[in-house]
C-alpha cells in the first residue's frame, strides 16, 4: 500500500509554480505559429528567445551569487532551470485549454529550456570544472578517508531481523538499512524500487533511476535502463533486505512507482539525512544518506576478490547502474579501514 501524496507546502516550489504559470499560456499562444514565428514572436506575445533571455535575468535576481564575476556559478539558479524544464513539459500534458496542442508546447518549451541553459552555460562549465579539481584532489592518496562499517553494518543486520521476526523496528533504520545493504539511492528505496531474492548475498533489482530514460541491450531487446534487471551483491543476506523493503510498503513509506521519485527526497531527505548523522561509518562532516552508495562499493569491492581495487570503474558501473565516471571516481575517496566488518 502506497503513502499517498499530501499538498503540503514541503513538496511546492513557488518560483516554479509561479513560471509556469505564467510561461505556459505564452507557450500555448505560439504555437499555432510557424517555427521561427515560435522563436521571435508574434504582435504582443514574445516568441520563446526573448522569454528565454527574461528567465535568465530573472533567475539571476531572485538567486543571486555573491561570489566574484570570475567565480559566481549560480548553483540555485541551475538547479531551478532543470526544475523549471521538467515542470514545463509536465504541465503541457495536463494545463493546456487546447489538449490538441500539447507537441507543439512541449517543442517550444524545448527550446526555452535550451536556450535559458546556453545563457548559464559558463556558470555551469565553471561549477564543472570546480567538481572535476575538488574530486581529483580529494583522491589523492593523502586526501584518502578510512570508512568502517563494522557498528553500522551490525545495526542494519539487527534492525532487518526484528523485522523477519515481526517485530516492529523504526522505518528510518529499515531505509538507511536497505541503503547500506544494497547501495539504492533513497528515491529507490522508497519508490522505484523492487527486489527480488536471487542468491544468499544477492538481489534482482529493477527501478533504476538516474539515466532511467537510456536504454539498454538485453539479448536482441533495448528497453529503458528503469525496466531492466541489475543482479546486485548485497552486504547483508538478501531475504533480510527483501523483507525491509516490504516493511517500509506496508508501513506505508514508500510512494507508487510512477510517482515523482523528486518528491521523496522533498517529503523524507531531511530525517533521512539527519538520522544518518548516528551511523559513524564516515566522518560526522560526510553522512549523508547518499554516501551510503560509497560505503557499499568500497565494501562490495573487498568482498568480490575479481575485482581489481584499484580499476574498479566497470563494476562499480555494473552494482550502481550509475554511468557518471565523475561520481564513481569521487567514491575512490574512501577505502575500508583494515580489519572493518563488510559482509554479515
Not at 512541449?106 to 570544472?129: M, P
Not at 523485522?163 to 533513497?186: F, Q
Amino acid at each position: 500500500m502506497s503513502r499517498q501524496l499530501k499538498s503540503t507546502d514541503e513538496l511546492e516550489n513557488t518560483y516554479i509554480n509561479d513560471r509556469v504559470a505564467y510561461l505556459l499560456p505564452k507557450f500555448e499562444a505560439l504555437a499555432p505559429y510557424k517555427l521561427n514565428q515560435r522563436k521571435k514572436g508574434v504582435g504582443n506575445i514574445p516568441g520563446w528567445e526573448r522569454l528565454a533571455a527574461q528567465e535568465a535575468r530573472l533567475l539571476k535576481l531572485t538567486y543571486p551569487d555573491d561570489k566574484p564575476e570570475n567565480e559566481k556559478e549560480y548553483g540555485t539558479c541551475l538547479r531551478q532551470i532543470t526544475a523549471l524544464k521538467k515542470a514545463l513539459k509536465d504541465a503541457a500534458k495536463t494545463e493546456l485549454k487546447d489538449p490538441a496542442l500539447v507537441n507543439p508546447v512541449i517543442t517550444i518549451a524545448t527550446h526555452f529550456g535550451n536556450a535559458v541553459s546556453y545563457l548559464f552555460s559558463e556558470y555551469k562549465e565553471r561549477q564543472n570544472v570546480r567538481y572535476r579539481e575538488k574530486v581529483t584532489s580529494r583522491r589523492q592518496k593523502e586526501n584518502r578517508i578510512q570508512i568502517d562499517l563494522t557498528n553500522s553494518l551490525q545495526f542494519a543486520h539487527n534492525i532487518l531481523t526484528e523485522v523477519v521476526e515481526g517485530k516492529e523496528p523504526n522505518w528510518i533504520d529499515v531505509s538507511c538499512s536497505i541503503a547500506l545493504a544494497t547501495g539504492r539511492r533513497m528515491g529507490e528505496v522508497h519508490c522505484s524500487a523492487t527486489f527480488e531474492h536471487s542468491d544468499e548475498y544477492e538481489i534482482a533489482f529493477r527501478g533504476q533511476l538516474k539515466g532511467k530514460d537510456r536504454k539498454v541491450k538485453i539479448g536482441a531487446k533495448s528497453i529503458p535502463l528503469k525496466k531492466a534487471t541489475f543482479y546486485i551483491p548485497t552486504l547483508l543476506p538478501a531475504h533480510l533486505v527483501c523483507a525491509g523493503l516490504d516493511y517500509l510498503e506496508g508501513k506505508g513509506k514508500r510512494f507508487s512507482k510512477d510517482e515523482d521519485p523528486e518528491r521523496v527526497n522533498r517529503t523524507w531527505s531531511k530525517v533521512l539525512n539527519l538520522a544518518v548523522k548516528d551511523w559513524d561509518i564516515f566522518p560526522e562532516q560526510d553522512r549523508t544518506y547518499h554516501k551510503f552508495r560509497a560505503a557499499y562499493l568500497r565494501a562490495c569491492i573487498v568482498n568480490d576478490s575479481s575485482v581489481d581495487p584499484y580499476d574498479f570503474t566497470d563494476y562499480a558501473k555494473e552494482i550502481l547502474g550509475d554511468d557518471d565516471e565523475s561520481t564513481i571516481n569521487a567514491y575512490k575517496r574512501y577505502e575500508i579501514k583494515p580489519g572493518t566488518i563488510t559482509k554479515i
